[in-house]
């Protein structure tokens, strides 16, 4: 079946250390996205793709970082910096440049990560 | 830039009530607007879309939201919940300043109860 997988489905690390978090699609979308979801604040876009080589900071890229060095898969670097790292992150695709204005996202099922 | 404010953080129905579930959009132009479901430790679901075509959209799950211009009204509504209804409900407009970025709400946790 075709969908979005993101890993792990929980992490636990220690403050000060870097976290990876994997986004894999086989969906065919050239479109990729990552929100970072907090209980009564909906969700923020961190950063997205649209296409291989290229990516747009979104509303909250302060602290993170990503690559986009194959169509299916956009890593998710949670740095350091990053002042309050514990939250539900998301990772979303849609079909294309064009078809991104229709707005309609696929989403895997998140990675929480908790910073100790 | 656009957005969307649900009103409302916790809506609380009865199996069987109708369901309102509030949004307001805030655009210069028309916007596409979009209302998504996500149940408990997963990712979003889209329900349904107003992309500029019929103002009353149907949706997946017996759904349906009507766009309202004169009242930069999204409302989501169900005629009789059903305990499998549960979950938390975003609203969600196209940012027309960068055209790939879906702008959401803060989102409305829809309890449903016997």
């Known amino acids: 079946d075709g969908g979005i997988t993101q890993s792990p489905k929980y992490l636990f690390r220690k403050e000060g250390q870097n976290v990876t978090l994997s986004c894999e699609q086989n969906?065919?979308?050239?479109?990729m996205y990552w929100y970072r979801q907090d209980p009564g604040q909906g969700l923020r876009l961190i950063y997205y793709?649209?296409?291989?080589?290229?990516?747009q900071k979104g509303d909250i890229a302060e602290g993170y970082s990503v690559s986009r060095e194959k169509k299916e898969s956009f890593p998710l670097t949670v740095t350091s910096a990053q002042k309050n790292p514990t939250a539900f992150y998301l990772c979303?695709?849609?079909?294309?440049?064009?078809?991104?204005?229709?707005?309609?996202?696929?989403f895997g099922e998140g990675s929480r990560l908790t910073v100790l | 830039a656009q957005s969307v404010t649900q009103l409302g953080s916790h809506v609380s129905v009865s199996e069987g009530a109708l369901v309102l579930l509030r949004c307001n959009y805030s655009?210069?132009?028309?916007?596409?607007l979009f209302w998504y479901v996500q149940y408990p430790n997963q990712g979003l679901q889209l329900l349904l879309k107003?992309?500029?075509?019929?103002?009353l959209v149907k949706g997946i799950n017996g759904f349906e939201a009507e766009f309202k211009k004169s009242e930069t009204s999204f409302h989501l509504t169900k005629p009789s919940a059903h305990m499998s209804d549960a979950a938390e409900y975003f609203c969600?407009?196209?940012?027309?300043?960068?055209?790939?970025?879906?702008?959401f709400g803060t989102g409305t946790r829809l309890q449903v109860t016997l």
């Open positions: 655009s210069s132009v028309p916007p596409y």
């Open positions: 969600a407009v196209i940012n027309t300043g960068t055209a790939s970025k879906l702008t």
């Open positions: 979303a695709s849609s079909k294309g440049r064009r078809d991104s204005y229709t707005g309609e996202l696929f």
């Open positions: 969906l065919n979308h050239d479109a």
């Open positions: 793709s649209q296409i291989v080589n290229d990516f």
């Open positions: 107003y992309t500029s075509a019929a103002t």
